[in-house]
């Protein structure tokens, strides 16, 4: 299954130096700026939206002369929230306004700020914490640049911050500007360039496809991540030979067409996905009364996006046909099967002392017997890349080779178990179908790990998901979640 990547978050903490000049009110020691690009150098794109985070215990009024956040030479207000943490978000003035025009991003701007208030905080920030306000009958410090009652008669600038939240702080860059962050100290450099071939990548969970099998897509571009605290929705729908686009920043908000304005957000124009062989592919979802396929992020601000949520959009319906998909410089295809083979994907999910299946152990590191044969499973990426650490809420996929080394067709279940240490079974997933006379295919499925600790991860090859067969395969792999 296509990948999901993580947030990656730059860290910078001061040393306790003796010589080191420090506001009084900071202690240095417990100050963290962290800031949600991706983790190739710093770089952010167009409309994206940058989100810069402060957090330490000893931080009382982070917008004060000696304590300030300061981006490109400007002073952005930081914003106190109920996670304990001080937030603020910029973008590009001209991009942003440009997509927030054309897709319906809730709120205004007067030049320097898009503000979204806390009416609309729902419709695009709906996972952020809210912010702890502010007093004004005892002027209670504990945030003291925000009015969530909206009646601040101050205009919002640099230097008086006070306005409703969220509020995102405009900026007018230029291709290949270094962005300097700075705080008490602290500096993070950030540079805005255009999209890369080099930042994409694509994928799909199978080489061949047996008719109804579900198709599962994963695509790799940093730069759609445009909304770094929700998941970005991105629709490509497919007629006469044609893509158009179609955005959505949240949930929340209606998809809209972005088709006529890529270049003007500094997208590429071969920024967009075409599929040939589309007349192979059964499609479950439609819009503006063309087929199309929903990528969605796989978690907030990670740049990965699958076509998978609780059910794939399209299916193999053609025998014997090839479909290919495009996106920038990159391509990707796979087949469909010469005959029906109905294809189930099952999952169950328990904490409850799940038996695993009981087949014959095998010692020898690659199995090679009549009737499939199977590799030792691996975990990479969801664009199949070998990663070195596993997270917690970070999608990985689990993948193993499969061959049929008859020359005759076979029907097969491929099943993934996944249990921790007090051996409870956290994820079960199987598919099924059928494969053809000596062909191998690579079967991957994709888990989420949702605590920390060391787990065992088994794979089975069956005759069916109730019948193991005469010679059942097996393959286990022990990883730590971290």
């Known amino acids: 299954m296509p990948n999901k990547s993580v947030i990656a978050i730059v860290v910078f903490a001061i040393l306790a130096l003796p010589m080191l000049n420090l506001p009084i009110n900071i202690d ?11 983790d190739t150098g710093g770089k952010f794109f167009g409309p ?24 490109k030479g400007q002073s952005i207000p930081l914003v106190h929230l109920g996670d304990s ?13 440009r997509l927030a025009s054309t897709t319906g991003i809730p709120g205004s701007s007067d030049g320097d700020f898009w503000v979204i208030g806390p ?33 601040c008669p101050a205009t919002i600038s640099g230097v008086d911050p006070c306005v409703e939240w969220p509020y995102i702080r405009l900026f007018n860059f230029m291709e290949n500007d270094q962005i300097a962050i700075r705080y ?5 450099t950030l540079d805005y360039v255009r999209p890369s071939p080099n930042d994409i990548a694509l994928s799909l969970d199978r080489e061949f ?21 929700e998941e970005d929705r991105v629709h490509f729908a497919f007629s006469n030979g044609s893509t158009r686009v179609f955005y959505q920043p949240s949930s929340s908000l209606q998809a809209e067409s972005v088709t006529n304005v890529l270049t003007d957000l500094r997208f590429n124009s071969n920024q967009m996905l075409s599929l040939r062989g589309k007349e192979g592919i059964r499609f479950e979802n439609t819009i503006d009364g063309m087929s199309e396929t929903i990528m969605i992020e796989t978690s907030p601000n990670s740049g990965t996006f699958e076509n998978f949520e609780n059910r794939a959009d399209m299916f193999a319906k053609e025998r014997n046909v090839q479909f290919r998909f495009d996106y920038f410089n990159k391509s990707i295809a796979a087949g469909m099967g010469k005959s029906d083979a109905h294809v189930d994907v099952g999952k169950t999910e328990s904490k409850t002392g799940t038996p695993p299946p009981e087949v014959k152990e095998e010692e020898e590191q690659e199995v090679k017997i009549d009737p499939y044969s199977i590799s030792e499973p691996k975990v990479v990426d969801l664009v199949g890349r070998s990663i070195s650490r596993i997270n917690v809420e970070g999608p990985v996929l689990i993948q193993t080779t499969v061959t049929n080394n008859l020359e005759q067709e076979q029907p097969f279940t491929y099943i993934v178990q996944v ?64």
Do not use: C
């Open 85 to 97: 943490r001080w937030y603020a978000f910029f973008a590009d003035e001209r991009t942003f306004t």
């Open 209 to 229: 496809y047996p008719i109804d099998a579900e198709i599962i897509f994963g695509l790799s571009d940093y730069m759609w991540n445009i909304n770094p605290i």
């Open 28 to 38: 240095a020691q417990q100050i963290i700026l962290s800031v949600s690009t991706k």
């Open 184 to 188: 008490s100290g602290q500096s993070i």
């Open 119 to 151: 009416d609309n905080k729902e419709l695009f920030f709906p996972t952020l914490p809210t912010a702890i306000g502010h007093d004004s009958a005892t002027n209670d410090p504990t945030n003291p640049n925000l009015d969530l009652d909206g009646d």
């Open 419 to 482: 249990k921790d240490d007090n051996d409870y079974t956290v994820m079960l997933t199987w598919i099924k179908g059928n494969i053809y006379a000596m062909n191998s295919f690579s079967a991957g499925i994709s888990w989420t790990p949702e605590e920390q600790g060391n787990y065992t991860i088994e794979v089975f090859v069956w005759e069916s998901i109730d019948e193991p067969g005469a010679l059942p395969l097996a393959k286990s792999l022990q990883v730590s979640v971290f």
């Open 48 to 71: 994206q939206i940058v989100q810069v985070i402060v957090e330490g215990s000893s931080i009382r009024d982070p917008n004060s002369s000696t304590a300030s956040l300061v981006v």
